[in-house]
């Protein structure tokens, strides 16, 4: 079946859905955008998504391209007419189309793009044995907060963590401190058993599935601490993880050549991820763990 693509008020195969040249998306980056995990068509924390959009969008000024009880209709559409057990709804909002011009338009209005394809999940192997992580400085902007179609920091990143085959990198700021991943949030377990994550803020990008962690920690009873941890404290600690839409609840083990504790998934990690692939619908991603 031909995969389909949303593209401002049509549905066309995604082989010839097509954006203006002169969107600002292309031009300036200047949108937002959405990644919303569905499984047997369903998408999982949709309302959370939806929330942070708007927050993404009023943060950037630019007008939602409908209300969210209408996206969550075209969602459901763009998965009815692309199905697939577990796939990635990928939602582009840009502020439209206008003559290159760095000042705002004064009458585009937003653009926006919907496709579905199959999830990129961590393998059952990297799941069982954890992965790699290397740390590279922080040289993104200061509103990682917002969620910008502006993702070049985070691209090189993670193609240098790839050529370093790491599966992440984490980002230090200047202080020696985690901030998140390039394409993820960042966590350790430290020597008292604590869960530790930077905290909310222009510095992270509050993750959905981090939302969702956080609350299933505490659920079970696991002490959470959101303050930011050095590298140092990473490599010293008891576990690591990583998390997001398409990672899931990863086990770190090694970082820069280094492994965290003995080398394997810890204990709260593996509970964690349990407890969340069986909220999200998918309980064979715990398998292994």
């Known amino acids: 079946m031909t995969r389909q693509a949303y593209v401002n008020g049509r549905f066309l195969p995604?082989?010839?859905?097509?954006?203006?040249?002169?969107?600002?998306?292309y031009q300036f980056a200047d949108?937002?955008?959405?990644?919303?995990?569905?499984?047997?068509?369903?998408?999982?924390?949709?309302?959370?998504h939806l929330a942070r959009l708007e927050r993404s969008l009023a943060a950037l000024r630019i007008p939602p391209p409908m209300s969210a009880r209408a996206l969550?209709?075209?969602?459901?559409?763009?998965?009815?007419?692309?199905?697939?057990?577990?796939?990635?709804?990928?939602?582009?909002?840009?502020?439209?189309?206008?003559?290159?011009?760095?000042?705002?338009?004064?009458?585009?209005?937003?653009?926006?793009?919907?496709?579905?394809?199959?999830?990129?999940?961590?393998?059952?192997?990297?799941?069982?044995?954890?992965?790699?992580?290397?740390?590279?400085?922080?040289?993104?902007?200061?509103?990682?907060?917002?969620?910008?179609?502006?993702?070049?920091?985070?691209?090189?990143?993670?193609?240098?963590?790839?050529?370093?085959?790491?599966?992440?990198?984490?980002?230090v700021d200047g202080e020696g401190r985690v901030t998140e991943g390039s394409a993820s949030n960042a966590y350790i377990v430290d020597s008292e058993g604590r869960l530790v994550t930077h905290p909310s803020g222009p510095r992270i990008?509050?993750?959905?599935?981090?939302?969702?962690?956080?609350?299933?920690?505490?659920?079970?009873?696991?002490?959470?601490?959101?303050?930011?941890f050095t590298l140092e404290e990473a490599k010293a600690a008891r576990e690591a993880f990583l998390t997001s839409t398409t990672s899931l609840i990863l086990p770190v083990t090694r970082i820069d050549e280094r492994a965290v504790a003995n080398g394997v998934p810890g204990s709260t990690t593996r509970h964690l991820a349990r407890l969340y692939a069986e909220r999200s619908g998918i309980p064979e991603a715990a398998a292994g763990l």
Do not use: M
């Not at 995604?14 to 998306?25: F, L, N, T, W």
């Not at 949108?31 to 995990?37: A, D, P, T, W």
């Open 14 to 25: 995604i082989g010839r859905a097509e954006v203006a040249i002169e969107d600002r998306g």
């Open 72 to 171: 969550a209709l075209v969602i459901g559409e763009a998965l009815a007419r692309n199905p697939i057990r577990k796939a990635i709804v990928y939602l582009q909002v840009t502020r439209g189309v206008a003559p290159r011009n760095h000042l705002f338009p004064h009458d585009a209005r937003p653009s926006l793009v919907i496709t579905v394809r199959r999830a990129p999940f961590p393998s059952d192997r990297e799941r069982a044995e954890g992965v790699a992580v290397i740390s590279l400085p922080d040289q993104r902007w200061g509103r990682c907060d917002i969620k910008s179609i502006s993702l070049l920091a985070n691209l090189l990143a993670k193609q240098q963590a790839a050529e370093a085959g790491c599966r992440e990198a984490w980002l």
């Open 205 to 228: 990008l509050g993750g959905i599935t981090r939302s969702v962690v956080l609350e299933l920690a505490r659920e079970a009873g696991i002490e959470v601490v959101e303050r930011p």
């Open 31 to 48: 949108g937002v955008y959405e990644v919303i995990k569905a499984v047997d068509g369903v998408p999982r924390d949709l309302e959370r």
